[in-house]
């Protein structure tokens, strides 16, 4: 079991070459991919499927990672308005939906930062979140109940990381591809 927190957590950039041969094919797949969705954009009449129709199936896709399972069906019935009869699942699908548009109109003001995160989990979440102040937190395997990770903690050590963290994504003066610097 992993009990201490892992606050001697890597600054950034790594250490290591990230622009191995795997990743920068990854990573020209992909951009290839974002130009064809650019192109398939342009082509679209009402853009608004687009903006309506993908992050709603991204949310569905992601929220089944963390077992949270809901039909495309109930999802578009509901996806204009939140109904009580709705179930959970969807409800929290929605969410994630929300909080990807917030994310995206954010973005179109300022940079990804530490604020925007705090805000789109705030949506997702439903309650205000900011940077964990307790400590105590651990990932843990539902099955078993072992303690997988314990993360950084200290406000003020997350704080640097993140600080770290954006100047990282934001700084081009290595020239990483932007998707490389994303995944990291």
């Not at 950034?12 to 130009?35: F, G, M, R």
């Not at 303690?147 to 700084?171: A, D, F, S």
Request: charged share 20%; proline share 7%.
């Amino acid at each position: 079991m992993i009990e201490i927190p892992y606050n001697a957590l890597a600054v950034l950039p790594p250490k290591t070459d990230l622009e191995i041969p795997s990743v920068l094919k990854a990573c020209t797949k992909a951009n290839k991919e974002l130009a064809k969705l650019k192109i398939a954009e342009r082509l679209i009449p009402n853009q608004t499927v687009l903006i309506n129709t993908i992050p709603l199936l991204e949310s569905q896709a992601s929220s089944a990672i963390e077992n949270i399972v809901t039909t495309t069906d109930e999802l578009f019935e509901y996806a204009q308005d939140f109904s009580p009869s709705m179930s959970p699942a969807a409800k929290e699908t929605l969410q994630y939906r929300q909080a990807l548009y917030q994310g995206y109109a954010s973005l179109k003001k300022r940079p990804l930062n530490a604020s925007v995160v705090c805000q789109i989990c705030s949506t997702i979440r439903l309650i205000d979140t900011n940077i964990r102040k307790l400590p105590g937190t651990a990932l843990v395997n539902d099955s078993t109940g072992e303690k997988i990770y314990t993360p950084p903690e200290g406000e003020e050590r997350l704080r640097e990381l993140l600080v770290n963290w954006q100047n990282y994504l934001h700084q081009d003066i290595d020239g990483v591809d932007p998707l490389i610097k994303l995944a990291v």
